[in-house]
């Protein structure tokens, strides 16, 4: 007997949690039918999430093909992860296709930290991972992340 997608796909439990300015939560609970790619996996994080994403880029890149990674908090822990990448070699394997990272244009000093690794980070990738980094000049911390979604999306799956 032959089986369909439908019939192999496990339900996952999805819980999704949104806090807004105001304090609010808003919980929903729902099953999908998901099919998920184990050998094409994209990281998207944005602020703490974004300095996550670069931890597992210099430390696991191999766990993500592609990376969005948004207004980054570089600042953290004295700028550690900046230190630690300027004393790597080479880090990014043949696995990680794509890198797209962004940042608000009006999130003052976060804009320095984020282009001093960039610039760091540029020089010791592979020149075959496309990699693209843009300021969007007009957005704030918290705008920035629907602003720069669907570019970077459509950046990390273009082929």
């Not at 093909?65 to 043949?94: A, F, H, M, Q």
């Not at 980070?121 to 592979?126: A, G, W």
Request: proline share 3%.
């Amino acid at each position: 007997m032959e089986k369909s997608i439908k019939d192999i796909a496990q339900p996952l439990q999805i819980n999704i949690c949104i806090q807004g300015n105001l304090g609010l939560t808003l919980k929903h609970k729902a099953s999908y039918n998901l099919i998920i790619l184990t050998t094409d996996r994209c990281f998207i994080g944005h602020s703490l999430g974004g300095l996550l994403g670069s931890h597992i880029l210099i430390e696991q890149p191999q766990l993500f093909n592609r990376y969005i990674i948004g207004s980054p908090s570089y600042w953290w822990d004295n700028k550690e992860i900046t230190k630690r990448l300027s004393s790597k070699n080479i880090l990014l394997t043949d696995s990680v296709k794509t890198v797209f990272t962004f940042i608000g244009g009006k999130e003052g000093v976060h804009i320095t930290n984020w282009k001093e690794f960039d610039s760091i980070l540029v020089n010791k990738i592979n020149k075959n991972i496309k990699f693209h980094d843009q300021i969007f000049q007009d957005e704030t911390h918290q705008s920035v992340v629907p602003a720069a979604f669907s570019t970077a999306v459509k950046f990390v799956y273009k082929k």
